[in-house]
């Protein structure tokens, strides 16, 4: 049985999958066929019901519910430590109403979790590996960056306006649930476990 596993292309999922890429794991009679693609598409798909494994933005989860299950590994959370917002200038977390932020997709956490601090300002969506690049180029006020962009800001230049992850932790004194890997609950029981054990392994 092929399983269409699709994750996004950054580094800790690479990290995550690395096994089954290689085929470094007896996988049986299962066979994966990764995909990458940046987690705004991968919500939408799953919003289809398209991928059999997929990683999955927490927000989008309860509007695949009814398809998919989510998998007891493979989470992303963060730890005083989240998306943030950066800016070619400074300026208070408070300034953030009003502005033109660019954002990574409307149904990421990241989005989600900005939306609960400051509801007030225009959501630009941008591809998550072009929002440093439109705020330097003063395409919008200030970008909501995720994954790599996140430890490589400053070296373009960039300031830090707000870490999500640290309001987060402030607020609730919990890390901050960001993502998880979903597998469709039409593969049945029995293949879901064996799959499961595997991209645990």
């Not at 049985?1 to 690479?14: Q, T």
């Not at 085929?23 to 289809?48: P, V």
Request: charged content about 25%; hydrophobic content about 40%; cysteine-free.
């Amino acid at each position: 049985m092929n399983i269409r596993l699709a994750h996004s292309p950054d580094s800790d999922d690479a990290f995550m999958f690395y096994a089954l890429a290689t085929d470094k794991l007896n996988t049986g009679n299962l066979r994966f066929k990764h995909t990458l693609s940046d987690i705004e598409t991968l919500n939408s798909k799953a919003l289809e019901g398209l991928y059999e494994v997929t990683a999955i933005s927490f927000h989008a989860y309860p509007y695949v519910a009814d398809k998919y299950a989510l998998l007891p590994h493979g989470s992303s959370m963060g730890d005083r430590y989240g998306p943030m917002v950066v800016a070619g200038k400074p300026f208070a977390p408070e300034e953030i109403r009003g502005k033109r932020i660019a954002i990574p997709g409307t149904m990421t956490t990241a989005f989600l979790v900005l939306k609960l601090f400051e509801s007030d300002f225009e959501a630009v969506v941008v591809p998550f590996d072009k929002i440093i690049d439109s705020v330097k180029h003063g395409l919008v006020d200030g970008g909501l960056i995720i994954h790599e962009g996140q430890l490589t800001y400053s070296s373009d230049g960039l300031h830090k306006i707000i870490d999500l992850g640290e309001w987060w932790d402030k607020r609730h004194h919990l890390p901050l649930p960001l993502g998880g890997n979903a597998i469709r609950k039409d593969l049945g029981a029995a293949t879901i476990k064996e799959a499961s054990r595997l991209l645990k392994a």
